[in-house]
Each structure stands twice: as structure tokens, then as C-alpha cells.
């Protein structure tokens, strides 16, 4: 398949299993605080914060490859950070701010929320600096041998997961009167039983292409 749909796969698997960590909070925190424009300008930060991981995430894996013969360990150290994600997202608690503490200031400066939540927020997250150097070893792996085919493989991806996070700001601010701690707190739970289930398939995948164990 063409990498750049196996990248578009992988984008659908991220925003809809994996997309609700401390940035999706904060893009329907936005969302239903600050309206949509604030909350595209965050999606926009975060977007761009993911390219620049994703950029030193395959500099690196390349530097690193350059001495390892094949790449299934970091298939299984990935499949266990994937696990310790995922409990640490299960146990997470979230809420939705009152209305009363919404922030209502048309004379902010359109770029203050791109600039300190968008990008240098996510970027100061430990999170985001394990999870993608996570998917380019682990899973993006086979891609590696080509310039091209990895700029494919992650334009596809990084494309779904962009449109995504603007589709929930979007809904959010649509159905904010919708949207409780419950319903947030269930979705911590689905998403950190994925990525606990993700990260397993990764390690029994990545064991079954070393030869020790046989699926």
C-alpha cells in the first residue's frame, strides 16, 4: 500500500484511539470557552508542534538505526511505553470548567493562544516527546529506508490527525451544553484501555518478528 494511505490509516487509529490526551482537553476546554477561531488556533499549535517531534523523532531513529540491525526492540520498548501511557491516561481526571470561568477578551492578541497552549504547552509535554518516537520506531519503522516514503507516511498521518482535532473543537463548540466530567472521564478510560491494547499488539507483533515467541 501506498505509504502515504498507511499513513492516513494510522492518523484515523491516532485521532480516534489515541487523540485524547492533555492536548484534546485542552482543545475542548477551548472549544467551549473561547469558541471555535481560539480553538483552531490551538489545533494550529499543536499541529505544528507535532511536525517539529515527528521531524526530531526520525532524525533520531535514523541516527539510531544506523548501528541497530533490526528495529523489533523498539517495537516492544514502545509497546510498553504504550502501556504506561495508557494506565497513567486511565487514571487521569478531568472536568469541564464552569461557565462562569469562561474568558471573554476580543482584544487578546489572536496568537497568544497558538503561541503559550499550541505549541509551547504541548511541546513541554512528556507525553508528546515518548508517544511519537514511540510510532516512528515502533510502527513506522518499515518506512524508514526512504526519505520520501516517510515524509508520505506522516504527511498522512499528521493530515488526519490535524482535521480531527478541529472537528472536536468544532463539535465541541456545538454541544458544549452536552459535554460533562463524566462523559470526559469515560473517554480518559477508552482511550487508556486503547493505547494499553495497542500497546500490547506492538509487543507481541514486534516479538513475533524477532522469532522468539510464533502467532
Do not use: C
Amino acid at each position: 500500500m501506498n505509504p502515504f494511505f498507511e499513513g492516513i490509516l494510522l492518523g484515523f487509529t491516532l485521532a480516534f484511539f489515541f487523540g485524547f490526551g492533555p492536548a484534546f482537553f485542552a482543545l475542548i476546554q477551548t472549544g467551549i470557552h473561547r469558541g471555535f477561531w481560539k480553538g483552531f488556533q490551538l489545533a494550529l499549535g499543536v499541529f505544528l508542534n507535532d511536525v517539529f517531534v515527528v521531524t526530531v523523532s526520525i532524525w533520531g531513529a535514523h541516527a539510531i538505526m544506523k548501528n541497530v540491525n533490526s528495529h523489533q526492540w523498539f517495537g516492544i520498548v514502545g509497546g510498553i511505553i504504550l502501556i504506561v501511557i495508557g494506565v497513567v491516561t486511565y487514571k487521569h481526571k478531568t472536568e469541564v470548567q464552569n461557565s462562569s470561568e469562561e474568558i471573554v477578551n476580543n482584544k487578546e492578541p489572536h496568537f497568544m493562544v497558538f503561541l503559550t497552549k499550541g505549541f509551547l504547552l504541548n511541546i513541554a509535554n512528556p507525553f508528546v516527546w515518548l508517544f511519537w518516537p514511540t510510532v516512528v520506531l515502533g510502527v513506522a519503522a518499515p518506512f524508514m529506508d526512504t526519505i520520501v516514503d516517510i515524509i508520505l507516511f506522516f504527511s498522512g498521518t499528521l493530515s488526519v490527525v490535524f482535521l480531527s482535532d478541529i472537528a472536536k473543537v468544532y463539535l465541541a463548540s456545538k454541544i458544549k451544553k452536552h459535554i460533562t466530567d463524566k462523559f470526559l472521564i469515560t473517554i480518559n478510560k477508552i482511550a487508556g484501555i486503547a493505547l494499553i491494547i495497542f500497546g500490547l499488539v506492538l509487543i507481541i507483533k514486534s516479538l513475533a518478528a524477532s522469532g522468539m515467541v510464533t502467532v
